[in-house]
């Protein structure tokens, strides 16, 4: 009877020394879940502005395709898809002209369409959590990581 009354109290002890351990865990497990939701949010944005764009005459189309990609419709309207997505992080679309690599004969030419996104930080929740420090400094505020360029390339219709 008396190892019983011993062991009052131990589990809370216990719990005490795991918990934060497992809170630190489902954060960042929580945190990389935004991150990935946010560069396929982007990745797929960036992609259907190269695909609007491969129809349109080079040149033109410009500005609905950056609205596409910051606001998910190509006229400017509502809040941006993401936090801190702007038509600034949206470099200028680039048509090109590329010869298609054969050995036999310089075949035909193929137009291309590259749109980019420059710049873009992801923002977590919370800059530190239990002295372990998310981000860096390359983002403007301070707090977040930066991604690097998400480019899509299409062939062109025209």
Known sequence: MRTHTRQ???ALIELAFILPLLLLMSFITTEFGRAMYQYNTITKSV???VRYLTVQTPG???TQARNLIVYGSTVNTGTPMLLGLTEANVAAPVWETQATT????PGPFINVVTVTVTGYCFEPLFTSVFGVSFGTTACGNGAGIPYGDITATMRTQL
């Open 47 to 49: 992609r259907d502005a």
């Open 60 to 62: 033109t189309g410009v």
């Open 8 to 10: 009052h109290g131990a």
């Open 102 to 105: 054969m050995p036999s004969a």
